[in-house]
T-cell receptor
């Protein structure tokens, strides 16, 4: 089945640790995105990549880093510099300019 | 990007049409209207998009006013599974990949 996978579904970390969230797609999409969602809020764009080895900051990139070494993979690292990392993280990809396909999300809890 | 305004919540009876409004009074000529929905604790799902003509697909219909300052998403026969947050987004389409700005959307609750 084609789609986007994010793992794990739930992730727990201690404050001060970096953590990397996985996002893989087998849809052959060029563009990939990372969003953050806080309770009761809409999605906010963290980073996006339109092509391999290139990515751009979104609206809330501080405290996050990404890489795009392969077309199908776009991992997100939440660094210790991110002041409020506990959130629901969503990865998406798109081929056309209209429709983004979203993964199931990773719920990160930092204590 | 043009700002959108949606009611925070709406209710609908199962089997009836759900009409979700969106105001985008500052929309410019090259901006499209997109609708996505998000069922609780899942990733958002694309529903439909349009520029100025009304659009229909297997999920919904999109009605855009002639001045393009508002639109309505219509779910013709709402089911319990349509309970979700519905997001109206206005965005210029870029050539490869399109940044989407999600507001807080409308929580639609379909009641039995």
């Amino acid at each position: 089945d084609g789609g986007i996978t994010q793992s794990p579904k739930y992730l727990f970390r201690k404050e001060g640790q970096n953590v990397t969230l996985s996002c893989e797609q087998n849809l052959n999409h060029d563009a990939m995105y990372w969003y953050r969602q806080d309770p009761g809020q809409g999605l906010r764009l963290i980073y996006y990549s339109q092509i391999v080895n290139d990515f751009q900051k979104g609206d809330i990139a501080e405290g996050y880093s990404v890489s795009r070494e392969k077309k199908e993979s776009f991992p997100l690292t939440v660094t210790s510099a991110q002041k409020n990392p506990t959130a629901f993280y969503l990865c998406a990809s798109s081929l056309t300019s209209y429709e983004q396909y979203f993964g199931p999300g990773t719920r990160l809890t930092v204590t | 990007d043009a700002k959108t305004t949606q009611p925070p919540s709406m209710d609908c009876a199962e089997g009836r049409a759900a009409n979700l409004p969106c105001n985008h009074s500052t929309i410019s000529g090259n901006e499209y209207v997109y609708w996505y929905r998000q069922i609780h604790s899942q990733g958002p799902q694309y529903i439909i998009h349009g520029l100025k003509n009304n659009e229909t697909n297997e999920m919904a219909s999109l009605i855009i006013t002639e001045d393009r300052k508002s639109s309505t998403l219509i779910l013709p026969h709402a089911t319990l599974r349509d309970t979700a947050v519905y997001y109206c987004i206005v965005r210029v389409v870029e050539t490869s990949g399109s940044r989407l700005t999600f507001g807080e959307g409308t929580q639609l609750t379909v009641n039995p």
